[in-house]
């Protein structure tokens, strides 16, 4: 973005009262991260009040600030806009950045595989194209504002993850965003204790085609049953699906697995081989939603082919982590619900990589009134014959443990509150050069602490 400060005024609808009319080449909403050039966006919570750092960012180079109208003290002679709202007011310039734009909007929304998928479709499209992504969890009220307002003119695609907590925030994010291309990951259980059931979920997440342009495409799970059911409703949008099941439109033949990643053929739309440096079947099928992107915007097979075998994920999504003792860790700590825990299990399960299996698991958080059964219910996942142990963190785990122990030995399962020094020690006794080890948990677990001894 670039624009003046009066230019800025004009899509708040305010006047600028200030004379001076400085050029505007960013936004920022904390000093520590600020860029010289940036409008700065003083917030009041009930903790921080962002005016009182309005100096600092001068001092560290900002443009100009908003100021809160009911705000006291305003200070003088520096280029201010005086507002009502300041996450309004972020919005409302957002909303008219994003209708001046000629950027092809990608919206990429679900419960499990937002940011792989992000990921994945920014890459396939880089080589090619001026591609933005959202970057780290930027992907609410505040992210996606702050995302579109950092485009550059010339973006050709802008990749936005769209994330929520309660009903209508997709609905927002989608309206605002006005993708042409929209992309439903999966259902699973994550914020259940605030929607509610996987229809109340399926529900919050299909909102996401509410900024859908007139001749834009769906993508979605095709093998979740209460996203077919909400497609069918929609008969007039455009949709393509994406899974395991033959009604797919593409889908997953046949994959396999090495230390480098996974090899996968797809049916349908496309009748190709890929690779893709990633591990897991999850991955590949999150890989069909930009294969699809990809031909619908005239990729070829060969050029999506070349850019997918470069593809990097952001960290801790399957990520592969090489011990010293030559262990294999699969970091998949950033997040967990049972669908995505499910599925990492299965693929180590049936990995050929190595053959000494370990599971270290975390508790799942946001789960709601049925966590414990959430929990339990993972050990139907977890066979005896496949996995030669089991390591598991944090209080809720305690309820896998209770119906994993007449399964395991007392030697090759342990459950651990809180100290990663215990799990750690466990491991050291047990992993060697014939281990694969799968680390996952919710966000607040931080069960990436156990890899870190390990590493190379």
């Known amino acids: 973005m670039k624009k003046r400060l009066n230019e800025l005024a004009e899509w708040l609808k305010i006047e600028a009262l200030s004379e001076l009319n400085p050029l505007i080449t960013g936004v920022s909403i904390n000093t520590r991260t600020l860029q010289p050039g940036d409008i700065f966006i003083p917030f009041r919570g009930e903790n921080v009040n962002g005016h009182y ?33 300041g996450e309004k007011a972020l919005q409302q310039m957002a909303a008219a950045y994003r209708a001046e734009l000629k950027t092809i909007f990608i919206g990429i929304t679900g419960s499990n595989g937002k940011t792989s998928t992000k990921d994945l479709v920014a890459g396939m499209l880089s080589p090619y194209f001026n591609v933005k992504k959202t970057e780290g969890n930027f992907n609410n009220e505040l992210g996606m504002p702050l995302t579109i307002l950092s485009l550059e003119e010339d973006t050709e695609f802008a990749v936005l993850e769209m994330g929520m907590s309660s009903f209508g925030e997709i609905e927002f994010l989608s309206n605002l965003a006005k993708p042409s291309f929209a992309v439903i990951t999966n ?13 109340g979920i399926a529900k919050a997440k299909f909102e996401i085609i509410s900024g859908l342009n007139e001749n834009g495409q769906l993508f979605y799970d095709g093998d979740e049953p209460l996203l077919r059911s909400f497609v069918e409703r929609v008969p007039s949008i455009n949709t393509k699906s994406f899974g395991v099941g033959e009604q797919n439109d593409l889908r997953i033949a046949e994959v396999t ?15 190709e081989e890929m690779s893709i440096p990633i591990l897991g079947e999850h991955q590949v099928k999150n890989t069909l939603a930009a294969l699809l992107i990809g031909k619908a915007v005239g990729l070829t097979a060969e050029q999506i082919r070349e850019s997918l075998k470069y593809i990097v994920l952001t960290e801790m999504r399957m990520q592969v982590v090489e011990a010293e003792n030559g262990a294999i860790f699969i970091n998949d700590a950033y997040n967990a619900a049972p669908t995505s825990m499910r599925a990492a299990i299965s693929f180590v399960e049936k990995s050929t990589i190595k053959s000494n299996k370990w599971l270290v698991l975390g508790d799942m958080l946001e789960l709601g009134e049925n966590e414990k059964q959430y929990h339990e219910e993972i050990s139907s996942s977890i066979s005896n014959a496949a996995f030669a142990g089991v390591c598991l963190f944090g209080p809720r785990m305690k309820w896998l443990h209770d119906q994993l122990a007449g399964k395991f030995n007392q030697d090759s399962i342990i459950w651990v509150e809180n100290n990663y020094e215990e799990l750690i020690l466990f491991l050291e006794k047990h992993i060697d050069k014939h281990s694969i080890v799968l680390v996952k948990g919710s966000r607040g677990m931080k069960l990436e602490k156990v890899i870190e001894p390990f590493r190379k």
């Open 187 to 199: 259902i699973g259980e994550a914020h259940m204790q605030d929607l509610g059931s996987r229809e």
């Open 53 to 85: 750092f309005v100096q600092d960012a001068f001092d560290k180079g900002a443009a100009a600030s908003l100021w809160l109208k009911d705000e006291p003290n305003p200070p003088k002679d520096v280029p201010l806009l005086f507002v009502e709202n």
């Open 257 to 271: 697995f090495t230390k480098q990643g996974s090899t996968f053929c797809v049916e349908g739309e496309l009748k």
